[in-house]
């Protein structure tokens, strides 16, 4: 069994440029490549599979990424200078700790921080 998360957007060149840049410390690189289809793989990760579609995003995502790191302020600043921007900031629950950002078409992604007992 093989895991792909799906994500659809209008320029897949340009999501996956943002997308190798966020996930790099995961060592994702371009793999599949026909329109209207590229893949992003790593032995780390799923595959994720940009599918241009002809409409923008519209509403909130049913399914999005979390990114689990050390520090969330730091990975929120180099994910912002790649191209991301501010959703929700300094959500915490269940001694969980996030910021939601959306990606350069507007799909959601959590950065977050696990509690150090977990």
């Excluded at 060149?13 to 793989?41: G, H, K, Q």
């Excluded at 790649?82 to 629950?93: F, I, K, Q, R």
Aim: charged residues 25%; contains cysteine.
């Amino acid at each position: 069994m093989e895991l792909v998360v799906t994500l659809d957007c209008l320029d897949t060149e340009a999501l996956a440029d943002f997308w190798l840049a966020a996930l790099s410390p995961l060592a994702y690189r371009r793999s599949f490549d026909a329109p209207p289809y590229l893949s992003l793989v790593s032995e780390q990760g799923p595959t994720l599979l940009l599918q241009r579609v002809p409409e923008p995003k519209s509403t909130k995502n049913r399914m999005h990424l979390d990114l689990g790191v050390q520090d969330v302020d730091a990975e929120v600043d180099r994910l912002l200078g790649l191209g991301a921007s501010t959703v929700a900031t300094d959500l915490t629950e269940h001694g969980y700790h996030w910021t939601v950002l959306a990606d350069p078409e507007g799909n959601e992604l959590c950065i977050f921080l696990k509690p150090e007992s977990t």
